[in-house]
Structures are given as structure tokens and as C-alpha cells.
């Protein structure tokens, strides 16, 4: 081994802290935490076991530890939470953004919530609660209260004089809002007109009147793309009436993206798409069962198909060696087609009018890779039994369970999307489903109809 | 149905261009592409069928398919160029940007590349050229070069003023670029200090030294996070020496997410990142084929391993019946390893100092699954088959197909990681490999031995 001084590019900070943890050197652990941004603690809390991440947690800065929680994973930031005392919490949580603490709010236990709620201000809490009463993943949920708002009948120069009296613009601030007397929100004066502008112009002559604004209770998938189609760091958020009620900004989209992301890989797998890979023991197997539990019910319908055959199999054996060859190979072809439907889906890429385009593609891939690989495994099987009967039925069962794959993998998540259930979480169950039953139905049935 | 006048929120763009090219109404089609934006005819293509596609592509003014073609996701692009005569793609790409054609010569086959190459004026093609010798995700392959760049030693009064002679800002300029006399970068003054401090002020008091940069040849992997950690949309790219060479925006970071996050879905089914959902069928038969020939073989090894138990499977058929049971459950155990196992290496989560406390967890939890519904599957194939003993195979059989399941989810990812190889490929191959082989193994094993 090499020292990490050395080759820094080796340097593992979860060994380091693992380490200082067993041999116990708060004050070590305290000087390297002091050292490193809020986004690297983060990071390393993630990739710490449970145990770590209480002990490191109570060397972490109080005034970092509110940035900190803004940073994490909301399966991990809720791990670390209920294991921590309340009365850390409560001083972790003291100086996070609004939007980040409403999110919290809502995914610890009761409990804890309530304890967080009763620490606030009066003012805190009351805006707290109005927050929450935008629905879930609306723009109202996710918005800043922090802009610069101006009037449209002011010279550039009076705009450019207002800010020198501040400090500071607020981040991700690419332009100004323009609102009249009452707050309705008018347009945005991005900060490369403010700067190329004459100073005598007036901001109505230069400001973008059909600047992007979104509703108050827009979700964000209606307006996450915007962030990338129009160039733009921030958007208007207005209320019903158009009035200016806040701010959204790219970094809420980077957010949203990287979760939407999670979203398909996570639930194809039965789980949360913010688990958290150090998640305590107990609670993980909890939900791990679960979805177990609903495959297992899948698998005895399959068996159960099998069950009707026991006769046949106990004729000819050798339908028991390759029946798993059918049943496999509709799983991963109905897999593919399944895949790249959850993805369209979630893209809005497939409506009524090019289904049928895309049931004609899938169907026609089944048919020639059913093909192709029917002769194949019919050749091999043949060869292995000698029974050219047997590679025959082999073949037309890949045949036909190709098809069904095909069908399956398109039409459950677009009867799925169209029921409001997510295809991502429950779309592969019911394809495995689909494709086991057909496969063993098909071969064996087949079997018994052609062989005996 | 109703008329999509007075229901908008039920128009649908897609069947508006199908009906439009059946009954071919150019004049329509041409109108109607004329009031959509870039985004809008992009996300249009990537949702219409091949020959859907290249009818209307002629229809988009000449002015917008290079923006057109900028939007579009990579597969659906290629397989839209490659369709489309070579004129039209010479005379769409004239006005893209350097980073995006850069990328489309290299996906694009090489006749039409060297074709495009040609069409191009001498210089452009050298600045092509040298931006091919950066590697691939690199940030010299991402960055433009567009930016405004300012000495240190001059005052904010004299950098308003040059900004004043300018017609707009570069997109996503939050900040400019300050350069010493050599082009060496020395550091950037945010827009938010140029308007909020006093006109007096020299550049070098305000501006941050230590601004973020990256280099020229670092991986959009090292840098694509920079943009959510520091809340900044644009980072400097720098030579070697620390010569200001480029400057890379946030928009590339949300491209570059999205990737990401479709890399490991799209892969663990077998499909390319980037893979077009309305591909001409002949090419997406052959992608596919190549995927059920690699997992045909997994098949075929499972089923050899059922095939060494032919004269167990014939006396007690019971076998047959029940062994899938036994594979599922473990596939299914071992790809949600797996699936949290591959995100958490992405996320550089995982390293040598944490990987035991995982490997104990995922034990644990396998421990605690398997004995659960081991006990639930023996008592059901005890009712169904009358026969304690068999039931009590199968469960110890579960039991052995969680643990194997839970080591091989781990370990498989994290071997296939350090040989260089991408786990979310060909992961999910060798895991299910696994646990058929083992279900099937220790299930019929079992019963040989015990049952016979």
C-alpha cells in the first residue's frame, strides 16, 4: 500500500473516517470535517454505515449542518435524522431553506414533524403550512422567495444604480423581475439586457414581455424541460391571478432530473428511488419482503401452469430441462421492449397515434429474433435429445413467446400509465407473469398435444 | 372525439403530422412546424416513425435544423441522418455549433462523415479536428467558446462600459472570464459583483480567485457535479498551462445527466443509452439478437445444470414443478443488490473501507428474507404435495438461492468494476446466471440426496 500523501488520487476519506471512528480521535475527525465543503460531507455521509454517520454528525459545524441536510439523499438525510436525538435535529434544521424543510416535514415520522413545527417561529410555521398546501411536486413546493423585482417605466440606469445598493444578487439570478404596482408579474429583465442596454432606455423598451412564467401549482414535469429549452437560470412563479409569488431556479431542475432519473432504475427493481445503500438493517429487509412477497405469488402462478403438466413431464423429462430456455428468453425480450416503453412514456414520446407503428416494430423484432433463435435452440435441443419432435415444439414455443413477450412488454405500461399506476414499479412483475405463463403454456401444452 | 380547438389540453401534435403526411397536406405541415421551437419539433421527431420523420424534416425551415438537430437525442438523430440524402444533411448541419457536430461525425457512419468533412470551409474543419484529439467526455469535447473575457487590473466602471458596446451576453454567462496579458485565467467576476459593487472598484477586489476550473482534458464525470455544488452556470476551461481555452455551461450538465441516468436503464436491459424508440426495425433486431444470444447461453447453462438431474426430475416430477420458484425468488433478491449496487458505484458511494459493512447487510437481509419465505414456500408445497420432506428441501433450497443471490449481487458489480468492465451491461447476465445455476443446483442437489 501506498500513503495517500503520496498518491492523493488513492486518498479515501470514508477509510479515513472509518478509521478515526475505531480508534476514537474526535479531534481529528472535527480538523478534517472543518476542511471540507458541505457537498463532500454529504457525500461521505452517504457512504458511511449507520453507526458512522451518528458518530461523524455531532462533529459537523452547527452553522453547516442545516447545508448539509439540504445536500443529502432524502432516503439517507431521513435515516440519519430518526437516529439522531431530537434535540440535534432540531438544531440541525434551524437555519434550512423553506422549500428543503416542508419536503423534510413531510417524510419523517409524525412525531418528529411535530417537535420540528413546535421549535419554529410563529412566522416560520405559518408559512411553513401555507407551503404545504400546494400540492406535491407543484411548483409552489419547490419555488424560492428571494428576487429583485423591479418597475417597467424606470430607466436602466436607475435599475443599475438600485443594485449597487445591495450586497449581493440572489444565486442563480439571470435576470430581474419586472412587476407593476399591484405585483402583477410583467416580464424579466435578464442581466445582458440590463448590462447591454443604454442606461437612458427604459426597462418596458427592453425586458422580455413572454418570459416563461409558470403557475403556482404547475408540477414540475410540466416545467423542468423549460430550464433546458429556453437557456434560462430562473423562472416566475405566479399565482392564479398572475401575480409574482416566487422563483424557481436550474438547480431545482437538476434536482428533479436526477430523481426522475432514479425513478425507472429504482422501481424496476421494487425499490424507493431514494434508498439509501447504508439504510439500517431492520427497515430494509421490511421492504425488501414486500416485494418478494409479490413476485412469489407470480412464481406459484407459474408453477401452478406447470403443475397442470406434471403428467407430460413425467412422460418425457426432458420438457423439465428445457422449459426454462423458453420462459427466460420471452423474460429478457419482453424486458427490452418494456424498458424502452417506460422510457417513452415517461418522455411523452408515445401518444394514441404511434402505437400502433410501435406494436408493428415489436411484433415484427419478435418475429425475426423468434426466428432466428428458434432455429438455433431447436438445433441445439435436438442435437442434446435426439428427438426432432421435441427441438420442433422447443422451437415453436420460443416462437410464440417472443410474441407474447412483445405484446406483453408494450401493452402493460400502457395499460398501466392510462390506470394511473406507475409501470415503472409494477410493469416488470406482470411481464415476468405474462412471459412464464405463456412460455410453460405454450412448450408444454405443445408437448402434450404433439409428443404423446 | 372532440375537436382539438376546443380542448386544447387534448391536442396532440404526434397525430396532427401522421394525419397531416397521410393525406398529404404539405402547405398544413409547413404552417404548422413554423409556429413550433426547436424543442418542440425535436421532442415531435423523436416520437414519429421513420418515414413520418423524414417527410416533415424538409418541411423545417433551413434556418432551424441545425437547432433542430442540437435537440435531438443522439440515436434518433443518427438514424434521421443516415435516411435522409446527403445534400440535406450538408445543408442542415452548416450552422451547428463546433461541441455538437464534433459529436454527431463520430456516431455518424464514415462515408457520411468524410462527406460533411468536405462541405466545410478549411478552418472550420481544423478547429474540428483539433477538438477530435481531446478524448471523449472530456470537457474540451463539451466546452464553447464563446465568453468575455477582462483584464484584473481595470474597474467595474470600464468593464460596464465595454459591456455596453456589446449586442447581448454569450448564453449562460453568470460571470466574466478575467485573463492576464498571456490568456492565463486568473479568476471570474460574477455578474452579481459587477452590479452590486462600486464603480471604482478594480476587477481583482472583487472577483474570485479561487473560481472553479477545469481542465481541458478532465472527464465530464470529474466536473459535471461542480455545477450543482457551487450554484454557478458556467466554469472556465483551461490548457495544460492554465491557459483560458473554453468555458463550460450548465446546459451541458443537464445533457449529461440525463445520460447518465438513462445509461444505467437502458443498459441493464441490454439496450444502448441513447437508443431511438422508433429505430427502423432491421437494425433494432440485429442490436437485440445480440442480447438474447448472451443470455441464451446463461439459459442453456442452467438448463444443463437441470439436465444433471434427469433421473432425480423423473421419479419425483414434483421437482419440475416447484424448481422455478426457487431460481425467481433469487433473481429477483439478487438484481435489487445489484440495482443498488450499480447506482451506489456510479455515486462513487461504494470504496474497499465500506464495502464489508455492505456485504454484511445484504447477507443479513438475505438471512432474514429467505428464512421468511422459506418458510411461507415450504408450507405452501407441503399442502400442495403432501410431502414434509420435499417441502423442507425446497426451503433450505430458497435459503441457500437468497444467500448466493445477495453475495453474487455485490460482488459481481464490484469485481466487474475494477476490471474495467460496465456493470450495469453485463451485471445483470451474470447474476441471473448465478442464481438459476445455484436455485437449480441446490434444489435438485438437495432432493438427490435427501428425497431419493
Same mark, same amino acid.
Given at each position: 500500500?501506498?500513503? &495517500?500523501?503520496?498518491?492523493?488520487?488513492?486518498?479515501? @476519506?470514508?477509510?479515513?473516517?472509518?478509521?478515526?471512528?475505531? %480508534?476514537?480521535?474526535?479531534?481529528?475527525?472535527?480538523?478534517?470535517?472543518?476542511?471540507?465543503?458541505?457537498?463532500?460531507?454529504?457525500?461521505?455521509?452517504?457512504?458511511?454505515?449507520?453507526?458512522?454517520?451518528?458518530?461523524?454528525?455531532?462533529?459537523?459545524?452547527?452553522?453547516?449542518?442545516?447545508?448539509?441536510?439540504?445536500?443529502?439523499?432524502?432516503?439517507?438525510?431521513?435515516?440519519?435524522?430518526?437516529?439522531?436525538?431530537?434535540?440535534?435535529?432540531?438544531?440541525?434544521?434551524?437555519?434550512?431553506?423553506?422549500?428543503?424543510?416542508?419536503?423534510?416535514?413531510?417524510?419523517? @415520522?409524525?412525531?418528529?414533524?411535530?417537535?420540528?413545527?413546535?421549535?419554529?417561529?410563529?412566522?416560520?410555521?405559518?408559512?411553513?403550512?401555507?407551503?404545504?398546501?400546494?400540492?406535491?411536486?407543484?411548483?409552489?413546493?419547490?419555488?424560492?422567495?428571494?428576487?429583485i423585482a423591479i418597475r417597467a417605466d424606470v430607466s436602466l440606469d436607475v435599475v443599475a444604480r438600485y443594485l449597487k445598493r445591495l450586497d449581493a444578487l440572489p444565486p442563480h439570478t439571470d435576470g430581474l423581475m419586472v412587476i407593476d404596482r399591484e405585483g402583477y408579474y410583467q416580464g424579466k429583465l435578464s442581466l445582458s439586457s440590463l448590462l447591454t442596454g443604454h442606461g437612458s432606455k427604459r426597462v418596458a423598451?427592453?425586458?422580455?414581455?413572454?418570459?416563461?412564467? =409558470?403557475?403556482?401549482?404547475? #408540477? &414540475?414535469?410540466?416545467?423542468?424541460? $423549460?430550464?433546458?429549452?429556453?437557456?434560462?437560470?430562473?423562472?416566475?412563479?405566479?399565482?392564479?391571478?398572475? /401575480?409574482?409569488?416566487?422563483?424557481?431556479?436550474?438547480?431545482?431542475? $437538476?434536482? +428533479?432530473? %436526477?430523481? *426522475?432519473?432514479?425513478?425507472?432504475?429504482?422501481?424496476?427493481?421494487?425499490?424507493?428511488?431514494?434508498?439509501? *445503500?447504508?439504510? @439500517?438493517?431492520?427497515?430494509?429487509?421490511? %421492504?425488501?419482503?414486500?416485494?418478494?412477497?409479490?413476485? !412469489? !405469488?407470480?412464481a406459484f402462478l407459474a408453477s401452478s401452469v406447470i403443475g397442470l403438466f406434471a403428467a407430460t413431464l413425467e412422460k418425457l423429462v426432458a420438457l423439465a430441462v428445457l422449459m426454462p430456455i423458453v420462459a427466460s428468453m420471452g423474460g429478457i425480450a419482453g424486458s427490452q421492449t418494456l424498458t424502452l416503453a417506460i422510457r417513452g412514456l415517461a418522455l411523452g414520446q408515445i401518444s394514441a397515434a404511434n402505437t400502433?407503428?410501435?406494436?408493428? /416494430?415489436?411484433?415484427?423484432?419478435?418475429?425475426?429474433?423468434? =426466428?432466428?433463435?428458434?432455429?438455433?435452440?431447436?438445433? +441445439?435441443?435436438?442435437?442434446?435429445?435426439?428427438?426432432?419432435?421435441?427441438?420442433?415444439?422447443?422451437?415453436?414455443?420460443?416462437?410464440?413467446?417472443?410474441?407474447?413477450?412483445?405484446?406483453?412488454?408494450?401493452?402493460?405500461? $400502457? =395499460?398501466?400509465? %392510462?390506470?394511473?399506476?406507475? @409501470?415503472? #414499479?409494477?410493469?416488470?412483475?406482470?411481464?415476468?407473469?405474462?412471459?412464464?405463463?405463456?412460455?410453460?403454456?405454450?412448450?408444454?401444452? *405443445?408437448?402434450?398435444?404433439?409428443?404423446?
Amino acid at each position: 500500500m501506498t500513503s &495517500s500523501t503520496r498518491h492523493p488520487a488513492e486518498f479515501d @476519506p470514508i477509510a479515513l473516517v472509518i478509521d478515526l471512528h475505531e %480508534r476514537n480521535e474526535p479531534q481529528r475527525i472535527r480538523d478534517f470535517l472543518q476542511e471540507q465543503d458541505e457537498v463532500e460531507v454529504a457525500h461521505l455521509l452517504e457512504s458511511l454505515p449507520p453507526r458512522e454517520r451518528q458518530y461523524i454528525w455531532e462533529f459537523i459545524p452547527a452553522a453547516c449542518q442545516a447545508d448539509v441536510l439540504e445536500e443529502l439523499d432524502d432516503g439517507v438525510r431521513n435515516n440519519l435524522l430518526e437516529a439522531l436525538p431530537e434535540a440535534s435535529v432540531i438544531r440541525a434544521i434551524r437555519e434550512m431553506e423553506e422549500a428543503e424543510l416542508v419536503d423534510l416535514l413531510e417524510s419523517v @415520522p409524525d412525531r418528529l414533524a411535530g417537535a420540528i413545527l413546535k421549535s419554529l417561529t410563529e412566522g416560520a410555521r405559518t408559512a411553513i403550512q401555507q407551503r404545504r398546501e400546494y400540492p406535491e411536486e407543484s411548483a409552489g413546493r419547490y419555488m424560492d422567495t428571494e428576487w429583485i423585482a423591479i418597475r417597467a417605466d424606470v430607466s436602466l440606469d436607475v435599475v443599475a444604480r438600485y443594485l449597487k445598493r445591495l450586497d449581493a444578487l440572489p444565486p442563480h439570478t439571470d435576470g430581474l423581475m419586472v412587476i407593476d404596482r399591484e405585483g402583477y408579474y410583467q416580464g424579466k429583465l435578464s442581466l445582458s439586457s440590463l448590462l447591454t442596454g443604454h442606461g437612458s432606455k427604459r426597462v418596458a423598451d427592453v425586458m422580455q414581455v413572454d418570459a416563461d412564467k =409558470v403557475g403556482v401549482l404547475d #408540477l &414540475s414535469e410540466d416545467w423542468v424541460d $423549460l430550464f433546458e429549452e429556453r437557456e434560462t437560470e430562473s423562472i416566475a412563479v405566479v399565482d392564479a391571478d398572475g /401575480k409574482l409569488v416566487g422563483r424557481i431556479a436550474v438547480d431545482d431542475a $437538476l434536482d +428533479i432530473i %436526477r430523481e *426522475l432519473a432514479d425513478h425507472q432504475v429504482m422501481h424496476m427493481a421494487g425499490l424507493d428511488e431514494d434508498e439509501d *445503500l447504508f439504510a @439500517p438493517i431492520i427497515p430494509s429487509a421490511k %421492504r425488501r419482503m414486500f416485494w418478494l412477497g409479490i413476485n !412469489l !405469488l407470480t412464481a406459484f402462478l407459474a408453477s401452478s401452469v406447470i403443475g397442470l403438466f406434471a403428467a407430460t413431464l413425467e412422460k418425457l423429462v426432458a420438457l423439465a430441462v428445457l422449459m426454462p430456455i423458453v420462459a427466460s428468453m420471452g423474460g429478457i425480450a419482453g424486458s427490452q421492449t418494456l424498458t424502452l416503453a417506460i422510457r417513452g412514456l415517461a418522455l411523452g414520446q408515445i401518444s394514441a397515434a404511434n402505437t400502433r407503428w410501435l406494436a408493428i /416494430k415489436e411484433v415484427v423484432i419478435a418475429g425475426i429474433n423468434g =426466428v432466428v433463435w428458434a432455429v438455433v435452440v431447436g438445433l +441445439i435441443a435436438w442435437l442434446w435429445f435426439h428427438d426432432p419432435k421435441l427441438a420442433g415444439v422447443l422451437a415453436a414455443a420460443m416462437i410464440i413467446n417472443q410474441f407474447a413477450a412483445a405484446i406483453a412488454g408494450l401493452a402493460v405500461p $400502457l =395499460v398501466l400509465e %392510462r390506470s394511473g399506476i406507475d @409501470p415503472a #414499479l409494477s410493469g416488470s412483475v406482470i411481464l415476468t407473469t405474462v412471459t412464464d405463463v405463456v412460455g410453460f403454456m405454450s412448450f408444454l401444452g *405443445l408437448a402434450t398435444w404433439l409428443l404423446l
